[in-house]
């Protein structure tokens, strides 16, 4: 009689339900899921592949000890999100930190008695960890749990050992682009700041000793006897060509950096952009206090090249400005009533503008149907330390 096929169909089955959830975590991971979405699917799938009645991810702190980041199932268990486990403490996932090998215990027999004085007496029947290495360093631990007697142990190492791969990437994928943000930030604050310093040395010195001229050549000009009409046209001029530079180096100086922003705030840095604008502008802008420097700098010369836009681009008639901060978020909304079409990707000014947006930890979204105007949106934290 020929044997049953059956065995190897359910293994088989087992093996294209491993195969779907490492699919669906490796997905997450490839489009850059936050890590805590990155986190929670993880153990929900190994909790559901080695058919679990729980799962945890600990991860190894400064201090040493171990962290619950993410918990699927066993809502009973002590062993919750935001629980620390001791190094010093016997139990399996603290084993794993030490040893860097993946490991098991049971309520019985498990190596040393060592799955934890806290989870016998949850009633575990049997723990499964598996390391997550970073850079060849123990990061954390993933840990599945029975309330029952659980599997064969080394079939449930080896598939925790296959999910623990992708935390490592998700984990290795996620600091590196924290890493680019943080790199981006640090080189937009110092250009800040060199911008801000540039503006009130020419605020401090070169714009006063224009002020201070003009002001000599009126005095000049008063003191000229009437017989004398030529020179005080002459000096007339020259006192309207100093006035003239005054007003040009006052607009670089803006532009560089607009000293409104640095002593006022972002409110009525906004409504002197719109009081200077090309278009006429409504502006209804709801910030009661201070933002940080840098949040203040990225919405002020969204607007400033939104409606720089507005003006040479856009054929716009009227433009909408709205901010508001709220739940420590600041959201603005600058909007036209042009032509639409506009697309960063081709050259605009603003793709220097969402990259800065983003190194902050905001986000842009710029919707501009033609013949239907623009809208760029942006929101950005206001808690960023």
Same mark, same amino acid.
């Given at each position: ?53 729980? !799962?945890?991810?600990?991860? $190894?702190?400064?201090?040493? #000890?171990? +962290? *619950?980041? %993410? &918990?699927?199932?066993? /809502? @009973?268990? =002590? ?74 142990? !080394?079939?449930?190492?080896? $598939?925790?050992?296959?999910? #623990?791969? +992708? *935390?490592? %990437? &998700?984990?290795?994928? /996620? @600091?590196? =682009? ?74 670089? !100086? ?14 009525? &840095? ?5 009081? =200077? ?109």
């Amino acid at each position: 009689m020929a044997p049953s096929p059956r065995p190897d169909r359910d293994h088989l089955a087992q093996l294209l339900r491993e195969q779907e959830a490492l699919r669906r975590v490796a997905t997450l991971v490839a489009h850059g899921e936050p890590t805590e979405t990155v986190f929670a699917a993880v153990v929900e799938e190994t909790g559901k592949v080695l058919g679990a009645d729980a !799962a945890r991810m600990l991860r $190894r702190e400064p201090d040493d #000890t171990c +962290l *619950v980041i %993410a &918990a699927w199932g066993g /809502t @009973q268990l =002590r062993l919750q999100v935001g629980a620390k486990a001791s190094t010093n403490t016997r139990n399996i996932a603290t084993t794993v930190v030490r040893t860097g090998k993946t490991t098991w215990s049971d309520a019985v027999s498990g190596p040393d008695h060592a799955l934890g004085q806290i989870a016998l007496e949850d009633g575990v029947q049997l723990g499964v960890a598996a390391p997550i290495f970073i850079e060849g360093r123990v990061w954390g631990v993933m840990l599945a749990i029975w309330m029952h007697a659980g599997p064969h142990r !080394a079939e449930s190492e080896a $598939r925790l050992a296959q999910f #623990t791969d +992708l *935390v490592a %990437a &998700a984990v290795s994928n /996620t @600091q590196a =682009r924290e890493d680019l943000a943080a790199s981006r930030a640090r080189l937009m604050t110092a250009s800040d700041q060199t911008r801000r310093r540039i503006e009130r040395d020419l605020h401090d010195g070169t714009q006063q000793r224009l002020v201070s001229l003009a002001l000599d050549v009126r005095s000049l000009q008063a003191e000229v006897p009437d017989e004398l009409p030529d020179l005080q046209q002459q000096l007339s001029e020259i006192a309207e060509g100093l006035a003239g530079a005054l007003d040009d180096l006052r607009e670089i !100086a803006r532009g560089i950096h607009p000293a409104i922003l640095s002593e006022g705030g972002l409110s009525p &840095a906004l409504n002197a952009l719109a009081r =200077r604008s090309a278009v006429p502008v409504e502006i209804d802008v709801h910030i009661l206090a201070r933002l940080p420097a840098a949040i203040e700098v990225a919405a002020y010369y969204l607007a400033a090249e939104v409606l720089t836009n507005a003006a040479k681009h856009a054929e716009a008639s009227a433009v909408r400005i709205e901010a508001a901060q709220a739940d420590n978020r600041l959201t603005i909304s600058i909007s036209d009533n042009g032509v639409g079409g506009a697309d960063a990707d081709r050259g605009s000014g603003l793709i220097g503008l969402i990259d800065r947006i983003e190194a902050l930890g905001g986000r842009i979204t710029i919707t501009s149907r033609p013949g239907h105007g623009t809208q760029v949106c942006a929101e950005l934290p206001t808690d960023t330390g």
